[in-house]
């Protein structure tokens, strides 16, 4: 029998073939909003991350339907 939850943690990395990004733990309580997400951790680490280990190499960056990921203001901002 389980008495109690586990604490969970959110965390964001990038992985392709070149390698992957540092993984990037998201401050517990913190709600991954599009704000959030453009923010801190596209703009301030996953970004900068996959620029520096792609040395000028196009990538592709894909995302999965997280509403932070199809937020109208995100798809701008990575366009």
Not at 3 to 22: E, N, R
Not at 38 to 62: G, I
């Amino acid at each position: 029998m389980r008495l109690a939850f586990s604490k969970s943690v959110t965390v964001s990395v990038g992985v392709w073939k070149l390698g992957c990004t540092a993984i990037h733990f998201v401050e517990p309580g913190v709600k991954v909003n599009g704000e959030y997400y453009r923010n801190h951790l596209l703009a301030q680490k996953l970004l900068p991350d996959m620029c520096q280990l792609s040395q000028d190499e196009f990538f592709v960056f894909q995302q999965d339907g997280a509403p932070a990921h199809r937020a109208h203001d995100t798809i701008t901002f990575l366009e």
